[in-house]
C-alpha cells in the first residue's frame, strides 16, 4: 500500500512538472511587437525632378522620392535628414511634388508642413515652395521664397497666368539667416491658401486666395516644395529634418 501511494505520489510530480515546462514554453513562444517609429522625412507618393542629371533646365529627371539616396543632388543622412540641392544657373531645381492626376481644386483639404535648414542662397534668391497649376498656366499662383535680401517672401501671380507676362502681389515675411532652421506650413481649403513661416523665434502668417484670373484653371493646383533657383553664382542645399503630406 505504502509503495502504490509513493508510486502515484512520483507521477503526480512528473505530471506537474511536465504541466509547469509547457507552460513556461508557451510564455517563451509570446512575441512582443516591435514598436515603428515614424519616419520624420516621409514624402509619401510625392515625386522628386531634377535637372541635375541632364544640366538642362527644361529636360528634368523624376523620381519616387522615398525611393531615392545617396546622389550628389539628394541623399538621406544617417540622422534621417534629407539633402536636396540643385545645380547653379537660373531655374535649375530640384523639388518635390505632387504627381499629375493628384491636382484638386483649392476647396479639398491638403497640407504640406516641412522644417529644415538653407545653405547657399543665390544672388537673385531661391524658391522653397510652390502651389502650382497643370491647368495650361506659365507659372505658378503661390512661390514661396528666400530673396537676395534674404527675407522669405511669398509672390502670387495675380493676372494673365496663361500669357508671357503677369502681375504680381509680394508679401514679406522674416528675415532668414542661413543654415538656421525654418520651418513652412502650407494649408489649403475653402477656397484659399493659409501659410505660417517660421524662423528666428518670428512666425509670419498669410491666407490668400487666387483672384478672377484663375478662375478657368481652379481644379487643377498641385504643391511643390525644394530648391529652385533664380540665380546664378551657388548650389543651393535645403536639409529637411521633418516633412510631410496630409489629405
Same mark, same amino acid.
Given at each position: 500500500?505504502?509503495?502504490?501511494?509513493?508510486?502515484?505520489?512520483?507521477?503526480?510530480?512528473?505530471?506537474? &512538472?511536465?504541466?509547469?515546462?509547457?507552460?513556461?514554453?508557451?510564455?517563451?513562444?509570446?512575441?512582443?511587437?516591435?514598436?515603428? @517609429?515614424?519616419?520624420?522625412?516621409?514624402?509619401?507618393?510625392?515625386?522628386?525632378?531634377?535637372? $541635375?542629371? &541632364?544640366?538642362?533646365?527644361? =529636360?528634368?529627371?523624376?523620381?519616387?522620392?522615398?525611393?531615392?539616396?545617396?546622389?550628389?543632388?539628394?541623399?538621406?543622412?544617417?540622422?534621417?535628414?534629407?539633402?536636396?540641392?540643385?545645380?547653379?544657373?537660373?531655374?535649375?531645381?530640384?523639388?518635390?511634388?505632387?504627381?499629375?492626376?493628384?491636382?484638386?481644386?483649392?476647396?479639398?483639404?491638403?497640407?504640406?508642413?516641412?522644417?529644415? @535648414?538653407?545653405?547657399?542662397?543665390?544672388?537673385?534668391?531661391?524658391?522653397?515652395?510652390?502651389?502650382?497649376?497643370?491647368?495650361?498656366?506659365?507659372?505658378? $499662383?503661390?512661390?514661396?521664397?528666400?530673396?537676395?535680401?534674404?527675407?522669405?517672401?511669398?509672390?502670387?501671380?495675380?493676372?494673365?497666368?496663361?500669357?508671357?507676362?503677369?502681375?504680381?502681389?509680394?508679401?514679406?515675411?522674416?528675415?532668414?539667416?542661413?543654415?538656421?532652421?525654418?520651418?513652412?506650413?502650407? @494649408?489649403?481649403?475653402?477656397?484659399?491658401?493659409?501659410?505660417?513661416?517660421?524662423?528666428? =523665434?518670428?512666425?509670419?502668417?498669410?491666407?490668400?486666395?487666387?483672384?478672377?484670373? $484663375?478662375?478657368?484653371?481652379?481644379?487643377?493646383?498641385?504643391?511643390?516644395?525644394?530648391?529652385?533657383?533664380?540665380?546664378?553664382?551657388?548650389?543651393?542645399?535645403?536639409?529637411?529634418? @521633418?516633412?510631410?503630406?496630409?489629405?
Amino acid at each position: 500500500m505504502l509503495k502504490s501511494c509513493f508510486k502515484y505520489l512520483f507521477l503526480f510530480t512528473i505530471i506537474l &512538472s511536465c504541466s509547469s515546462n509547457a507552460v513556461d514554453e508557451e510564455v517563451d513562444d509570446v512575441i512582443e511587437e516591435p514598436t515603428i @517609429t515614424p519616419k520624420a522625412v516621409d514624402f509619401g507618393v510625392l515625386v522628386v525632378e531634377t535637372s $541635375w542629371i &541632364s544640366k538642362n533646365t527644361g =529636360d528634368r529627371d523624376t523620381f519616387l522620392a522615398n525611393s531615392v539616396d545617396n546622389e550628389n543632388w539628394m541623399d538621406i543622412y544617417d540622422n534621417g535628414n534629407v539633402m536636396m540641392t540643385c545645380l547653379a544657373g537660373d531655374s535649375h531645381r530640384t523639388e518635390l511634388k505632387e504627381n499629375s492626376g493628384a491636382e484638386k481644386p483649392l476647396s479639398i483639404y491638403k497640407k504640406m508642413a516641412y522644417t529644415a @535648414t538653407l545653405n547657399n542662397i543665390p544672388e537673385n534668391g531661391v524658391t522653397i515652395a510652390q502651389i502650382h497649376n497643370r491647368g495650361g498656366v506659365n507659372r505658378p $499662383w503661390i512661390r514661396v521664397y528666400v530673396d537676395d535680401d534674404k527675407f522669405i517672401k511669398i509672390k502670387a501671380t495675380e493676372t494673365t497666368p496663361d500669357e508671357s507676362k503677369s502681375t504680381y502681389s509680394t508679401h514679406t515675411g522674416p528675415l532668414y539667416i542661413a543654415g538656421n532652421e525654418l520651418s513652412i506650413n502650407v @494649408t489649403i481649403q475653402n477656397g484659399s491658401a493659409s501659410f505660417e513661416i517660421s524662423t528666428n =523665434d518670428i512666425t509670419y502668417t498669410k491666407s490668400l486666395t487666387p483672384s478672377a484670373d $484663375w478662375n478657368n484653371y481652379q481644379n487643377s493646383y498641385y504643391l511643390k516644395a525644394g530648391v529652385y533657383t533664380e540665380g546664378d553664382d551657388v548650389e543651393p542645399v535645403l536639409e529637411m529634418s @521633418t516633412f510631410s503630406v496630409t489629405y
